[in-house]
C-alpha cells in the first residue's frame, strides 16, 4: 500500500478538438485539424473531430461525471478557434460563453481548473498566412492568450501555454502525420522556434492579464530514448536533443543546445533566432507540465538494411527527425498498449528523476498518462484491467520519484473521456470513462472507479 500525500494532486485530462464537437456552432471557425482530418486519407477512417464527444453539448452532465469520479483538478484545452474564430482581433462572446460556463462549473464541484491555451488546434486563417513557420504566429498567440486571460483570469487555477509544441512542429511541419500536413524540415525547426517565442511571449501577458496569480506553465512530451546497441551512443543524443532539449534548453536554459545546432546545420540555419528571444523564452514558469507514455529505442542504421521508423508516430510522408534521418527505431520489447507503445513505467521515475536533477528548482506535474487498448462494453461494465493496472504503475512511479524528493505535485491521466485520437481517429479508446459514440453514452471503466478509489482512500 502506497499513500498518495494530501497535496499530490489527482485529476483527468482532454483537449477541446478530442472531445467537444460543435465544430460550426455559435460562431466557431475552422482550425488546422478540421482541414486536416477532412482531408482524404489523414485520418484513420476519415475520422473528424465534427461531433466527438458530443462534450459541448453534455457540459453539465460531463461535469456531473468528473464530480462522480471526485477529481481533484480538471485540465482542458480551450479551442482558439472557438473563441478567436481567425485567430486575431475581438473575442466570440459565444465561444467564450462555454469556458465560463465550464470553469464555472468545475469551481463549483470544488475541482482545479487547468486550462491549456493551445492543443494543436491553429486557427486555419494563421495557417494561411504561414502557420507556425511564420514569426508572427507567436505574436498572434501571445494575443490571444492576453486577451482569454482577461475574461477567464480570476478563476483559472494553472495555465499551460503549449501542449506539447514537439508533436505542433515536428508532426505538423516535419513528418505531415500531423495537421497541417506539411513535410519539411526546415520548417519544421522554425515552427519549434516560434511555439517556443509563443510560450516566451504568453507567459508575461498571463501573469498581467490574471487577477488570481494563477501558476503559469508549459507542458512537453518527452521520448526517453534507450541504446538499441553498445553503437547507439550519439543516436540517443540526437533523439534527446531533437525531442527533448529543444524545448527545455530554450525555456528553461535560455539557450539552445549546441549539438542541436550542429546536428540540423544542413536543414536550416537557424537564422529565425533572433535577439532577445531567448531571454523571452526563458521567463521562468511555475510548473513544468511532462506527458509521458513510452520509451524509445535507437540505434545508428547500416545504411543498407531497409531502416526501421517504428517512433511510435502515425508514419506519413515526410520525417519528425531533421538532420537525424539516420537514427532507426527499433519496435519495443514487452507487454504494449494498443498504441503499439511499449509499457514502461520504470522510464517515467527515471525521467522524474532526470528533469529534477538538472533543473533542481522545477517543480513538475504529470500533464498526461494514461494507455489505449480495446475496450468493449458487456451488461453495461467495462472491464479494463489492464488500463487500471498501467496507471496503477505508473502513479506508483511517480510517487517513488517525489519519495526520492523530485518535486512533483500531481497526476492527470490522458483520458476523462474516449476521443478523436488525432490520426488515429476513433480507433484509439484512452478513457477512463467509455463513450458510445452512436448515443453518446458514458460508462465508467473499472479503471475509471479504480482511480476514484485511489483520489478518495489516497491510497494506492
Ligand atoms: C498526446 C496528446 C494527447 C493524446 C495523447 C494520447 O500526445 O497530447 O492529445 O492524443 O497523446
Request: aromatic share 10%.
Amino acid at each position: 500500500m502506497t499513500r498518495i500525500p494530501a497535496d499530490f494532486l489527482l485529476g483527468a485530462a482532454t483537449a477541446a478538438y478530442q472531445i467537444e464537437g460543435a465544430a460550426h456552432e455559435d460562431g466557431r471557425g475552422p482550425s488546422i485539424w478540421d482541414t486536416f482530418s477532412h482531408t482524404p486519407g489523414r485520418t484513420w477512417n476519415g475520422d473528424t473531430g465534427e461531433v466527438a464527444a458530443d462534450h459541448y453539448h453534455r457540459l453539465e452532465s460531463d461535469l456531473d461525471l468528473m464530480a462522480t469520479l471526485g477529481l481533484e483538478a480538471y485540465r482542458f484545452s480551450i479551442s482558439w478557434p472557438r473563441v478567436q474564430p481567425g485567430g486575431s482581433g475581438d473575442l466570440n462572446d459565444l465561444g467564450v460563453g462555454f469556458y465560463h460556463r465550464l470553469v464555472d462549473g468545475l469551481l463549483a464541484r470544488g475541482i482545479r481548473p487547468i486550462a491549456t491555451l493551445y492543443h494543436w488546434d491553429l486557427p486555419q486563417e494563421l495557417e494561411d498566412a504561414g502557420g507556425w513557420p511564420h514569426r508572427d504566429t507567436a505574436a498572434r498567440f501571445a494575443e490571444y492568450a492576453a486577451r482569454i486571460v482577461e475574461v477567464l483570469g480570476d478563476r483559472v487555477a494553472m495555465w499551460t501555454t503549449l501542449n506539447e509544441p514537439w508533436c505542433s512542429a515536428f508532426l505538423g511541419y516535419g513528418s505531415g502525420g500531423h495537421a497541417p500536413g506539411r513535410a519539411n524540415g526546415a520548417s519544421a525547426l522554425a515552427a519549434m522556434h516560434h511555439l517556443n517565442l509563443a510560450h516566451g511571449w504568453a507567459v508575461p501577458e498571463i501573469r498581467r492579464a490574471a487577477r488570481n496569480a494563477p501558476e503559469v506553465s508549459a507542458t512537453l512530451n518527452f521520448h526517453v530514448a534507450r541504446a538499441f546497441d553498445e553503437n547507439a551512443e550519439d543516436a540517443v543524443r540526437r533523439i534527446d536533443a531533437l525531442a527533448n532539449r529543444s524545448f527545455t534548453g530554450p525555456i528553461l536554459n535560455g539557450d539552445y543546445p549546441d549539438d542541436l545546432i550542429l546536428d540540423t546545420a544542413g536543414v536550416s540555419d537557424w537564422q529565425f533566432v533572433r535577439a532577445g528571444d531567448l531571454d523571452a523564452i526563458s521567463a521562468p514558469i511555475d510548473v513544468l507540465g511532462v506527458n509521458y507514455y513510452s520509451t524509445a529505442t535507437v540505434s545508428e542504421w547500416d545504411g543498407r538494411s531497409p531502416r526501421i521508423g517504428n517512433d511510435g508516430h502515425k508514419a506519413a510522408g515526410g520525417s519528425p527527425w531533421p538532420g537525424s534521418e539516420h537514427v532507426e527505431f527499433h519496435p519495443q520489447p514487452g507487454p504494449q498498449t494498443d498504441m503499439g507503445w511499449n509499457i514502461a513505467p520504470d522510464a517515467l521515475e527515471e525521467l522524474l528523476r532526470r528533469l529534477h536533477r538538472e533543473h533542481p528548482d522545477q517543480p513538475l506535474l504529470i500533464t498526461e498518462n494514461g494507455a489505449a487498448f480495446r475496450d468493449e462494453v458487456v451488461d453495461g461494465a467495462v472491464h479494463d484491467g489492464a488500463r487500471r493496472e498501467y496507471i496503477e504503475e505508473h502513479l506508483a512511479a511517480t510517487l517513488r520519484a517525489r519519495e526520492a524528493g523530485v518535486d512533483v505535485r500531481g497526476y492527470l491521466v490522458w483520458s476523462l473521456l474516449d476521443n478523436f485520437e488525432w490520426g488515429y481517429g476513433y480507433a484509439k479508446r484512452f478513457g477512463i470513462v467509455h463513450v458510445d459514440y452512436e448515443s453518446q453514452v458514458r460508462t465508467i471503466k473499472d479503471s475509471g472507479a479504480r482511480y476514484a478509489e485511489w483520489i478518495r482512500s489516497r491510497e494506492l
